[in-house]
């Protein structure tokens, strides 16, 4: 009889890990004994700590401080930042500017954007480390983590993975149950100031200071040597999603020699040029009005760029012509059925709106909805189009078009990827010199310069700015 004949299935079903347990113990007995799960919570609390912290209205909301660390526990997880990416989303919080302002006073008002909803205020009351995550060691744990140790290089990502609930089970970690629970009331300070005050971190991330504190469903094991500004790209939301959709192939894939547009060449459009390419498309489309980005996506990828501005109506035209197939009538390997049925395969839309006026070359339409409208519309008949960005309000599409145009929409929050499968991918794609991250981090600063890098990031002066604490 074997060993593993010595315990039955429901006796296993029954009896849960302890029974499994007992199994795997005698049957690996030879084997090297896997290193022992230390948890360890060292004297963080009571630590000092600079953090940018953001509370009230104003454009001086965000102000650098001290604070001093209060205890983790539980799942939580304490982690020396090293570097972190500014994400355009939060510009205007960190900036202070009034919600909706869109570099036109008068726009808000027009689209009829509906006033902040209470959470919203009430985020804005709290005193709060922004960021959407980082890259940065690991200094304590609480007594209940196993996914990562102290001194070990981490990712605190933008999106979590629990790996148990219905959504992670089912391949869609992207949706995972955690992310529902980001809440004012979800949140759990991390420190104090003088006078006693908690401060919390944005959707338990944050990254703009120089202690993260989050749960280890946010924190992903990294093994990588790379310098800690370009590990926060890979890390963090932006070229995250940019990688998802392109690379992750959960929501569609991008298929051997297909024909590929981005829409919004910003952070995550470059990023997802570079996926296109990783994934072996053949055309490759970049359109970006300011011309800076359009060099840069030529760079790192694209075959073809356009220029929204100066195709004005005939863009889709245009996009169209470029994708034609050489054969595209009947019998002769064709795929398109009429003049409008051309396109690329596979669209990824990340223009969004302005939080305020570019200080370069502006787009179409402030508020992100006509950009959106036209990737649709360009995606082929059985075309796949992932949407990452956030105009403001709604989008009207062709209703005939909708039914039967055959295109297939996927909402891209973090285009998709799977944290812990992914993040390792993206820092391999990273390591191997396959993804250009250099070429895409054009700011990079100590803590203490952040406001200046994040006006940057508003004016859209440059490409992604990063904060670097240590390489
Ligand atoms: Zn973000
Ligand atoms: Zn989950």
Redesign the pocket.
Known sequence: MTTDQKISRREVLTAGLAATGSVLAATTASAVPAPAIVSSQPNIAGRRFRAWVSQGEGLDRTKLETLTMLPITGRQVAVRTQAASLCYTVSSDVLGLPRGAFGAPDLAHQLHVPPPSPQYEEFRRMALIQGHGGVGIVEAVGPDVRRVRVGDRVCVSGT??????Y??LRGR?DM???LGHQGPKDLVALATRDDGTPVYVNSHIGGLAEMMVSFEEWVVPIQSEAPSHLLSMVCSCTSVAGLGCTVSQTLATIGPSASVAVVGCGPLGLTAVQGARIAGASIIIGIDPIRVRREVAQKVGATHVLDPNAEGDHLLDTVREITRGKTDYLWGGGRNWNASGSGPDFVVEAAGANRAKPMLEDGPDPTGLLPMQQAYLMCAPGGHLVTTSLPVGNISLPSGTFSLGGRSQHAGQAGGMNPMRDIPRFVALLDSGQFDAKSLATTVVPLEGMIDAYREVLNRTTIQAHIRLSA
Not at 160 to 165: A, D, K, L
């Open positions: 979590p993975q629990c790996g148990s609930c959504q992670c970690a995972c149950q955690f």
